[in-house]
């Protein structure tokens, strides 16, 4: 039962990703005996454990992202309403306007936001300190809380380096149920939670290393997998769409040739997308359509708005 409720806790935290406001259910660590928020220890006695604080911390975090896009909308309503259509405008404009909220001006999110860093440095530290004699199957889940929980800039070659060896080492279902065939495409597969998806899709849109950002989407391709309500192909899809869409402009921008290999230097502010959000798309339910926030270039306009449809089958071909 508890390893069921953990599957909907994260089924319904997707919901919010994908547009919903809040998530109904939330995933709280407790103390068996003070019945208060479980500490997270110095070492994890098991993977399990590890990945129960991740969920709870992945509760805290998004919860502290709320209260960010809450002030953002107490003070933005007017910008908001004036510049977005519809809600998946809004829910991208105000993802934007949560990054220029002062933050001096309420105490209790800055608290929040130290609380859950410290929290983050401690789940690290317990991970690192978790013993490694494990299966094989077991290794697979570490490696795969080690890919979830990624950082930033200077880790995205390590994340895609821990995917690879983690897709690698995946057995398929073929394998698995008739023996070893010599067919190389690989099958489609299923998963109840979060895994390896978001953390590719995210390295595919963040990083502005173009060769780091080609073997991300290369790794979203391969891996053939749909984990709750996302799915590899639609992402890799997005993904590859909207990073020809900042590179074209990056480019022209800097004037710079079609086969430059761009690094982070090479790609401006202003080509950059500030935030990209995935909506439905009205007549092709197969389809999706790219809202998309970048820099507006003032004070009365910080961020504007642009939109892209991909319609059922229509695939964006990258070099």
Request: charged share 30%; with cysteine.
């Amino acid at each position: 039962m508890d390893f069921l409720s953990q599957i909907f806790v994260r089924l319904d935290w997707e919901t919010t990703w994908l547009g919903d406001e809040h998530p109904y259910m939330q995933a709280i660590c407790r103390d068996r005996k003070s019945e208060r928020e479980a500490s997270i220890p110095r070492a994890f006695r098991s993977l399990q454990e590890a990945r129960m604080h991740l969920d709870a911390l992945l509760n805290r975090t998004s919860s502290v992202q709320g209260a960010l896009l809450k002030l953002a909308a107490e003070k933005f309503t007017k910008q908001v309403k004036r510049e977005s259509r519809d809600e998946f405008q809004s829910w991208c404009l105000l993802h934007s306007y949560q990054r220029i909220v002062h933050l001096d001006e309420d105490e209790a999110v800055s608290r929040q936001l130290r609380e859950v860093r410290d929290a983050t440095a401690a789940w690290s530290s317990a991970l690192a300190s978790l013993a490694s004699t494990y299966s094989a199957n077991t290794d697979q889940i570490r490696l795969l809380l080690e890919i979830r929980f990624w950082a930033l800039c200077k880790s995205y070659p390590h994340i895609l380096d821990l995917a690879e060896k983690y897709i690698d080492a995946l057995p398929h279902v073929e394998e698995t149920v008739h023996g070893k065939r010599e067919s190389k495409e690989s099958t489609r597969s299923f998963a109840m939670g979060q895994g390896i998806l978001l953390p590719l899709y995210l390295v595919a849109l963040k990083c502005r290393d173009q060769l780091v950002r080609r073997r991300a989407l290369q790794l979203l391709r391969r891996v053939r997998v749909q984990e709750g309500m996302l799915d590899s192909d639609t992402l890799a899809i997005c993904a590859a769409y909207a990073v020809a869409l900042e590179e074209r402009s990056a480019k022209e921008r800097g004037y710079l040739k079609d086969d430059h290999v761009l690094t982070y230097e090479d790609v401006p502010e202003s080509a950059r997308f500030i935030d990209v959000t995935l909506a439905p798309l009205a007549h092709d339910s197969r389809g999706c359509r790219l809202v998309c926030s970048k820099l507006g270039g003032s004070v009365a306009l910080p961020f504007v708005l642009e939109e892209h449809e991909l319609r059922a089958g229509e695939i964006a071909t990258l070099s």
